[in-house]
């Protein structure tokens, strides 16, 4: 931190090219990341990981000012063939002077890249239509100062290489199940900022990440993949051996009874989403609407832009943003920080209160009706950070119990005389499209999906469909939410990276969910069946020869 501040007051007092502007602003984040692991496959370990440490910096020069700077061009980053470009890679030990050198070339090119684009941006405006006043390209934000302990990367290896032989032998007792990997990744980010505004920041930040794949192909060729993701803060706070090895032999059974399913046809009607599903789903249909950044670009689709104090769901649902909440009961939320990536402390953020929308999620780029950051601004790596979720919570003010949740839908299929309705327990990631450049939709997997019979009520599991519509419709037709709750980690990714995200949602019933034939891949399964086990040692070979 004294070698960043240094170097920071040096290009501060004396970066400037005669005849030009100097920077406004300049901020230096430096990211160390350290990592370990293991994989393995059928009771083997395939790779280990004894430990790696990455040290790189982000450095954003500002040219201009707050109201106008050289950020609002997308090609601000763009390198002129002919142009020496640094790598963003700085020293592992204590070196300050290479660390200085390293910032002061990185420093050198962004400074000349801003200025450049702010001289271009100024001759556009030139030819820009007069519009409505635009909002400021960047916010002051108070120097926030902290420093977390330094956080050890523990690794109980010998307990790790148990659990993935054991598990990756459970995957392997089934012999449709023709490939299955188990993985275990460890890591701490370490993450140093400073800024010409004052900020001296210190954050840790572990993650420690179990994983599970596995996949089979239906008698019809169709591809079927399954997983379990789960992530904690620490290695403590994931399962133990037991929980694993039985989410393991669950992760099998789930395979074997989607590849003895029958495909769905495309369907419209009622459905009811479990709370895993709720939550890819608001993360997917309004997450990624309500982000700032996406409200003012020309090439933003701008899907709820106008709608501030507009209800835009039923009043009895209210949406909120908290990364300062740690866990729910008893799980650890993967989208929890102190400070996000521009320095500012995270806030928890009312975005839709009682269904009216309220605000939006901002980083230091003002979001419409904003003057300042909520404290979203988030990135990976060393890519430039944007408005993005942490904790997605979706409150139900007027919950129904679940029991009764199930006896609407089976009402609401009966009402539309429809012969079924639809259970939907799990949705595997999604995708959505927030440009304006392509239709507003979205688009999830539906992983368990059980169709109920409108007249008995029997459950009959069905695969092959994936969630689908667009966002302003399907929001629409929803009609309650449950008195359950469940949380949903992963990562989610968009222009700043894959960066730790949760949802927390209750179970919720929609008049009207759109299904379409999934795309997934048909194809032979393997011709052989898979290799027979060893013999156990001591047993001759096949054939009696000794």
Request: hydrophobic share 40%.
């Amino acid at each position: 931190m004294r070698a960043m501040a240094a170097e920071l007051s040096r290009s501060a007092a004396e970066l400037q090219l005669p005849g030009f502007d100097r920077a406004y602003f300049i901020a230096y984040t430096v990211k160390e990341v350290q990592k370990a692991g293991l994989t393995g496959k059928r009771g083997a370990l395939y790779a280990v990981d004894p430990g790696t440490r990455t040290r790189r910096a982000l450095v954003d020069v500002r040219v201009g000012d707050y109201a106008f700077d050289s950020s609002d061009d997308p090609e601000l980053d763009f390198v002129e063939d002919g142009v020496y470009e640094p790598t963003s890679d700085v020293p592992l030990d204590g070196g300050a002077d290479a660390l200085r050198h390293a910032l002061w070339l990185q420093t050198d090119l962004r400074y000349k890249q801003a200025l450049a684009s702010h001289l271009k941006l100024q001759g556009q405006r030139v030819y820009a239509a007069a519009a409505e006043p635009r909002r400021p390209s960047f916010s002051k934000a108070a120097p926030a100062i902290a420093a977390d302990a330094p956080a050890p990367l523990t690794l109980d290896r010998p307990r790790w290489e148990r659990v993935v032989r054991d598990v990756g032998a459970i995957l392997a007792t089934d012999p449709a199940l023709f490939d299955a990997e188990v993985q275990v990744d460890f890591r701490v980010e370490t993450r140093w900022l400073a800024n010409t505004e004052g900020a001296r920041l210190r954050t840790v930040a572990p993650l420690y990440a179990f994983h599970a794949t596995a996949a089979t192909r239906a008698p019809d060729g169709m591809l079927l993949e399954s997983s379990i993701d789960l992530y904690a803060p620490t290695e403590a706070g994931l399962p133990d051996d037991a929980t694993l090895l039985e989410r393991a032999r669950r992760l099998v059974a789930d395979l074997a009874a989607l590849r003895a399913a029958p495909t769905l046809d495309p369907y419209t009607g009622p459905a009811l989403l479990e709370p895993a599903a709720t939550g890819v789903f608001f993360h997917e249909v309004l997450g990624h609407r309500l982000e700032g950044h996406r409200q003012d670009a020309d090439e933003s689709g701008q899907t709820f832009g106008k709608h501030l104090g507009q209800a835009i769901l039923p009043p009895t649902l209210s949406l909120v943003d908290d990364p300062t909440t740690a866990r729910l009961a008893q799980t650890p939320l993967n989208g929890t920080y102190a400070f996000d990536d521009e320095g500012v402390p995270a806030q928890r953020v009312v975005l839709i209160d009682h269904g009216v929308l309220r605000t939006f999620l901002s980083a230091r780029r003002p979001a419409e009706g904003l003057t300042a950051s909520n404290g979203h601004g988030r990135a990976a790596g060393t890519l430039r950070p944007v408005a993005r979720m942490g904790n997605l919570v979706v409150v139900a003010h007027d919950p129904v119990p679940v029991a009764t949740l199930r006896d609407r839908l089976l009402a609401e299929v009966r009402r539309q005389k429809k012969p079924f309705g639809l259970i939907i327990r799990d949705i595997a990631g999604g995708s959505t499209n927030t440009s304006a450049y392509g239709y507003q939709a979205f688009k999830g997997e539906a992983r368990m999906v059980y169709q109920v019979d409108a007249e008995t009520g029997k459950e009959t599991l069905v695969r092959g469909v994936d969630v689908v519509g667009t966002p302003l419709v399907t929001i629409s037709k929803l009609l309650a939410a449950g008195d359950d709750i469940g949380v949903f980690n992963g990562y989610c990714g968009a222009e700043s990276g894959m960066i730790p995200v949760s949802t927390v949602a209750p179970s919720t019933l929609f008049s009207e969910i759109e299904l379409q034939r999934s795309g997934r891949a048909r194809s032979r399964a393997p011709i052989l069946a898979p290799p027979p086990a060893a013999a156990p040692s001591g047993s001759p070979p096949p054939g009696g020869a000794r």
